[in-house]
Structures are given as structure tokens and as C-alpha cells.
């Protein structure tokens, strides 16, 4: 059984439509549930671009992405739900990969727009990279009236 969730969270109303499914199932099954935000670095060309272009900071951002996972886990243990919140800083697949490998996640759930054909080779896909490479089960829950893709088990790489 799953003991330990990984969720990324992106600050978007679609990333938490996850959440009150989780909330339902993770106190019978005593879950802990670790709420995941990802900040993507600015790219340098961008930072070295001249007067007018912002400068990256990412000190003021961790305070927002933290800010943004407060709440959230205070209202999950509001409702007696073990619950942890973390940021990390990285190209987004790369580190919900790691945070579930670092912190022994043995479920990723989250949320994703469900695209395919030319809105996905367009705009690419977090969950998609995530789900391909995941060492754990991955549940991806679609944008509200699609269905759910149940948990699917990748082999380990050796």
C-alpha cells in the first residue's frame, strides 16, 4: 500500500485538483503526503541580457513558493493528514524525480492538462517525462471531466 505521495504543485489551480482525491484516501490509508514546488531557473541568457531585463531572484521566490505550500498543508493537517512541504530548484522532471527518490515517496500524484498530439509536442509535458521515468507508481489525474490514468509501475533502470 502507499504510505508516502509525492505532489508537485506549479501554484496552479489545475495542479491541486489532485489534492481533494488525496485528502478522501490519505487518512483510512495513513498517508503521508509531501507537497512538492518546483522553481525553474531563469535561463542566464535572460539575466545577462542587459538593462530592463529583471535579475532572477530566487531567494524572494522560495519565500513565495513557500508562502504559496503553507496553507495547503495546513489545511491538510487540519484534517489529521501527515503532511510535508518542500521547494527545490531545477528543470521540473528532473527534481520531482529526485525529491521522490530523496525523500522515499512510493506514489507520485498529480494533475496535468492531458494533452496529446500537437499540444503536447508543442508544450511538452512534465507529467509525461515523469511518468516515463518514475522508479515509483505514477497517478496522473486530468483536467476535471477526463478520466483518471490509474497508477502505472515503470521498471527500475539498472
Known amino acids: 500500500m502507499y504510505k508516502r505521495v509525492l505532489v508537485p504543485l506549479d501554484g496552479s489551480q489545475l495542479s491541486e485538483n489532485v489534492l481533494p ?22 535561463p542566464q541568457t535572460l539575466v545577462d541580457g542587459g538593462p530592463g531585463i529583471p535579475v532572477d531572484d530566487l531567494q524572494a521566490r522560495r519565500r513565495d513558493a513557500g508562502e ?69 507508481p505514477v497517478f496522473l489525474m486530468r483536467q476535471a471531466g477526463q478520466r483518471p490514468v490509474m497508477p502505472h509501475r515503470t521498471e527500475a533502470r539498472r
Open 21 to 42: 482525491f488525496l485528502t478522501e484516501i490519505a487518512g483510512p490509508l495513513d498517508m503521508t503526503i509531501m507537497l512538492l514546488r518546483v522553481l525553474e531557473p531563469v
Open 68 to 136: 504559496y505550500l503553507a496553507p495547503l498543508a495546513a489545511g491538510l493537517r487540519a484534517r489529521g493528514i501527515d503532511t510535508t512541504s518542500s521547494v527545490r530548484v531545477g528543470r521540473a522532471e528532473d527534481e520531482i524525480l529526485g525529491a521522490a527518490r530523496d525523500d522515499g515517496a512510493d506514489l507520485i500524484a498529480m494533475s496535468t492538462h492531458g494533452r496529446s498530439g500537437l499540444g503536447r509536442l508543442l508544450f511538452g509535458s512534465v507529467a509525461e517525462q515523469v511518468l516515463r521515468h518514475a522508479d515509483v
